[in-house]
């Protein structure tokens, strides 16, 4: 699986919760293992699991994480690089300014290494005038630093970089209103790293 696996309250779709299966939070990995369900299709499963405060949830898939992001942008700039070769050499499959607007939107879901770029180069052998102006929130050994302390301390990395990312989202604006029920939407949100 490809993408995060979280639970969410949006019990849409489901009409009559007790004709549904409920399992426990804590028996999530274990159910999963002797059903042999495909994690790639869980919006498609019906269960209620209960969690830990004996509110109803279901599963829920989240977006893809960065290194299939990664993977689905070099097939396609290999897909563009042969179809340029066999059919049309000016055919664009996809232009720099959806590239740009992508390498935005991995920066704002914390890629903060700027690998977009290079990944363009090493699979067209073009390279484009990108910006440079956004200053990385952390320096490489910086987020080295970071990762180890993580580690040491049992944090979810991951989280801890939504939660950087949504106050820097709110850093230099004079009112930050929302700024903490961002941080609560962010803790809300119940990742599974099954």
Known sequence: MNGEV?????????SDIESHPKIYKSEIKQYIENNNINLATVEDLDVIVIDDDESYKRFGVGPFTLNARE???RRLLRTQKTVRKLHDPNIELITIEELKAIRKYWHDDLQWEDRLPQIVKDETGEDFDWQHDDRPVFKEDQLTDLETLCQEEGVNLSLLKQLISVEKDYSGVKVRRGLFQSFDKTLKQDFLHL
């Open 6 to 14: 979280y639970l969410t309250s949006n019990l849409d779709g489901i």
């Open 71 to 73: 993977e689905i942008l």
